[in-house]
Every structure is written in structure tokens, then in C-alpha cells.
């Protein structure tokens, strides 16, 4: 149960404002018009808005995965553009729809509609699937009376949007597999296959060379305190990710990323796509510029990126152009700002900033298979190295007992 602040008209031409507990608005003008009031507006009340977070907190509310809410963003596309209105294509929609979570979500947002509630203000309730960014999209459709085409438009986007993100974990999946091999087998060296071969040396007293002391050193202790350093790991991983909900440590630490080299490059890569991404696709929506700079923003995951756009974003107020703000934090590439001042000055913002977005995935593709490229063989020599010391460390001893028995 849900609570809901309505202001409301009575019969007799009263103005009454006030509270009311239901399960969605619907069933609250429901309840408002029972009563012989007339709702004017009807939203979710800051309490109850906490109190659903707090539950949120032991109960976390599925949403629609971002693969299938692409797929469905331009089926709805389709329907939109075929004549349908917008609550029975959203029907439609649940009726097909294979998983039971996108059923319910479309369900409830059709619900929505049909008492009245504007689209945008519709999604706005299932913030679990759609974002700011969504919303913000359908919004400036619902102004400019052009739904169907920036809906497909913004598909495209999603798809894109999700293919980027699928190529992205492609790339890293064999590094990844590779360092969990690499860690595994010296786990397994390390505490199972040198205690057996520490208790061969141990009964012959002999004495043994560094590196075998220093092998079986650390195998006693991974096999006695292993499960120490695990929780030191664990401890240190929550420490590290406390310290980074601080603002100010978490400013400091991606402005040290976008530094690094191959790291920075690949991050400022993919967010720049990712932002000229969201830009054009607003843009061509007639979204005003400072709205889609805000929107544009939130979909940043650097926090010292977000904060160069606001810092542009002050500047686009004050009167600044966008190439101009954006050139003036020094982050982005010229050709970057080269292109969006191209745009400005010829009336094609919208495919400059595209145009932008496509050089910056093809940087960011490159920089990857770079970085990929580098990464393989260095883990694969690491491991090499690692192995061959344990194999020397252990064999070093057996060729010693050899010469002296000869």
C-alpha cells in the first residue's frame, strides 16, 4: 500500500488537498471520485516514496533487463508508429511478452494510462526499468507530437547502446578467464601439490635452497592462514567501495583513472560515446539543449566526467555555446569539439554528435583490442614465470640429493 498526496475539487467548487493510501493511482482517483472529489493531481507522497525505499532495501524490485526493454522499446515503436494508441500497444505488449517481470511492468504502466496519467509520468513509476534518460525521451516526444519517430530513433539507441556494452564484456571475458585459471592453479600448487613435496624434504634434513624455504614459507601459510587473507581481501574490497560512495574520494580517484595510460584513454573513450550517444539522440528530439546536457550527464559513470558537463552545462547557461563550454574543461578530444561546433554552426548539432559518438566507439574498439592484446600475453607470462619458479624451487633440492647420491 502505497500513499499519495492528491489535490482534489469538491462538487460545490472546494479546493482539498491531502493524503490517500492505495496500490496505484488509479485505484486513488478511484477512491477520490468515491468520495465526491474531483483529483486534479494525484502523486506519490515523499513518505511513502521512503518507506517503499526502505522496503526496497530487503526486497528489491526486479525491472524489465536492458536486452529485452531495447527489444520492446522498438516493437512499441512499431506499434506506435502503426496507428495503435499508446495504452493498447503497451497491451499488446504484455499479452507477448515471454517473462513475467516485463507482463507485469507493462501491465501496471497500461493501468496507468488509462486513468489519465500521461506516459512519461507513467514510466516515471517503474524506475526499476525505466531511467531519467527514458523518461526524459518520451517526455519530449509527448511534446513535440512526434512519438513514433523518436521512439524508433531512440531504439536504435538501446540497441546500440547495448551492443557497445555486449563488445566491451566480449573483450574482457578471456582476460578475466585467464587470470581466474592463473589463480586457481597456483592455489592448487600452492596448497595441495608443495605441503606433499615440503614433507619429502622435511625427512631428509638436508638443507634446502632460498627460493624452496621461501615456496614452502608461503604454502604453509595460504594452507594454515588462507582463510585470514581471504577476509582480508573481503574487508579491504568493502573498505575500498565505502570510501568510494565519498564524493570527493570518488571525484579523486576517476580523475586518477582518466590519467592512467591505456586505462584513461579506453574509459574517456567509451564515455565520450556514451554521452554524444544520449546528446544526438535528445537533440534530434527537440529536447532543450541544458535538459539534454542534464540527461546526458547521468548516463556518465566517471564521476570527474559528470563533473566537466555540469561545469558546461553552467557555462551553456550563462550564454557559452556547447562547443565552447565543453572545449573549455580541456577533457574531450578536439575532434570531438571540432564537430560539435561543425553542428552548431550549420543547424546539424544532432548528426554531428552522432558522427562523434561513431568515431568514439571506433577509438574505444581499438583502444580494447589494444589493451586486450597487451593484457594476454602478460598474464600468460606472469603465469609462466610464477610456475617456473615453483617448478625451479622444487626441483632445485631433487638435483641436489641426485649429485650427492652420485
Known amino acids: 500500500?502505497?500513499?499519495?498526496?492528491?489535490?482534489?475539487?469538491?462538487?460545490?467548487?472546494?479546493?482539498?488537498?491531502?493524503?490517500?493510501?492505495?496500490?496505484?493511482?488509479?485505484?486513488?482517483?478511484?477512491?477520490?471520485?468515491?468520495?465526491?472529489?474531483?483529483?486534479?493531481?494525484?502523486?506519490?507522497?515523499?513518505?511513502?516514496?521512503?518507506?517503499?525505499?526502505?522496503?526496497?532495501?530487503?526486497?528489491?524490485?526486479?525491472?524489465?533487463?536492458?536486452?529485452?526493454?531495447?527489444?520492446?522499446?522498438?516493437?512499441?515503436?512499431?506499434?506506435?508508429r502503426s496507428g495503435l494508441p499508446l495504452d493498447e500497444a503497451l497491451r499488446l505488449l504484455a499479452e507477448e511478452s515471454?517473462?513475467?517481470v516485463a507482463r507485469d511492468v507493462l501491465a501496471e504502466i497500461v493501468h496507468e494510462l488509462q486513468s489519465g496519467v500521461p506516459l512519461s509520468r507513467?514510466?516515471?513509476?517503474?524506475?526499476a526499468t525505466f531511467d531519467t534518460l527514458y523518461q526524459s525521451v518520451v517526455a519530449a516526444a509527448e511534446h513535440s507530437g512526434l512519438?513514433?519517430?523518436?521512439?524508433?530513433?531512440?531504439?536504435?539507441?538501446?540497441?546500440?547502446?547495448?551492443?557497445?556494452?555486449?563488445?566491451?564484456?566480449?573483450?574482457?571475458?578471456?582476460?578475466?578467464?585467464?587470470?581466474a585459471v592463473s589463480f586457481l592453479v597456483m592455489t592448487v600448487l600452492m596448497v595441495y601439490v608443495i605441503p606433499q613435496v615440503t614433507r619429502v624434504f622435511e625427512s631428509t634434513r638436508q638443507k634446502l635452497p632460498l627460493t624452496t624455504e621461501i615456496v614452502m614459507s608461503i604454502s604453509s601459510f595460504l594452507a594454515e592462514w588462507g582463510w585470514l587473507l581471504v577476509v582480508a581481501v573481503l574487508g579491504l574490497v568493502w573498505v575500498v567501495r565505502h570510501a568510494l560512495q565519498n564524493p570527493s574520494v570518488r571525484l579523486d580517484v576517476d580523475s586518477r583513472a582518466l590519467s592512467m595510460p591505456v586505462i584513461g584513454p579506453l574509459i574517456l573513450a567509451y564515455e565520450t560515446a556514451?554521452?554524444?550517444?544520449?546528446?544526438?539522440?535528445?537533440?534530434?528530439?527537440?529536447?532543450?539543449i541544458l535538459s539534454a546536457l542534464r540527461s546526458a550527464r547521468d548516463t556518465l559513470r566517471n564521476s570527474y566526467l559528470r563533473s566537466v558537463v555540469d561545469a558546461a552545462e553552467m557555462r551553456v547557461r550563462e550564454g557559452s555555446t556547447l562547443a565552447r563550454a565543453l572545449g573549455a574543461q580541456g577533457v574531450f578530444s578536439p575532434l570531438f569539439i571540432h564537430m560539435i561546433r561543425s553542428g552548431e554552426a550549420t543547424g546539424q548539432l544532432a548528426d554531428m554528435l552522432r558522427f562523434g559518438a561513431d568515431n568514439a566507439e571506433v577509438d574505444?574498439?581499438?583502444?580494447?583490442?589494444?589493451?586486450?592484446?597487451?593484457?594476454?600475453?602478460?598474464?600468460?607470462?606472469?603465469?609462466?614465470?610464477?610456475?617456473?619458479?615453483?617448478?625451479?624451487?622444487?626441483?632445485?633440492?631433487?638435483?641436489?640429493?641426485?649429485?650427492?647420491?652420485?
Do not use: C, H, W
Open 1 to 80: 500500500m502505497q500513499r499519495f498526496r492528491f489535490e482534489a475539487i469538491t462538487y460545490d467548487g472546494q479546493t482539498e488537498k491531502g493524503v490517500v493510501e492505495s496500490d496505484a493511482i488509479k485505484s486513488a482517483r478511484q477512491q477520490l471520485l468515491a468520495r465526491g472529489l474531483v483529483p486534479i493531481s494525484v502523486e506519490l507522497d515523499g513518505a511513502g516514496a521512503g518507506a517503499a525505499g526502505v522496503s526496497g532495501l530487503l526486497f528489491k524490485r526486479k525491472g524489465i533487463s536492458a536486452t529485452d526493454l531495447a527489444v520492446i522499446t522498438k516493437q512499441f515503436a512499431l506499434l506506435v
Open 98 to 100: 515471454p517473462k513475467q
Open 122 to 127: 507513467a514510466l516515471a513509476s517503474q524506475p
Open 147 to 179: 512519438m513514433a519517430p523518436v521512439l524508433t530513433q531512440f531504439a536504435t539507441f538501446l540497441e546500440k547502446r547495448q551492443a557497445m556494452k555486449q563488445k566491451v564484456v566480449a573483450a574482457m571475458v578471456y582476460p578475466v578467464m585467464l587470470i
Open 274 to 288: 556514451r554521452f554524444a550517444n544520449t546528446m544526438s539522440m535528445l537533440v534530434a528530439a527537440n529536447v532543450p
Open 364 to 406: 574505444a574498439e581499438q583502444t580494447t583490442r589494444v589493451f586486450t592484446s597487451i593484457l594476454e600475453p602478460a598474464m600468460i607470462l606472469l603465469m609462466g614465470v610464477m610456475v617456473l619458479f615453483i617448478v625451479m624451487a622444487v626441483m632445485q633440492p631433487i638435483l641436489e640429493m641426485n649429485a650427492g647420491i652420485r
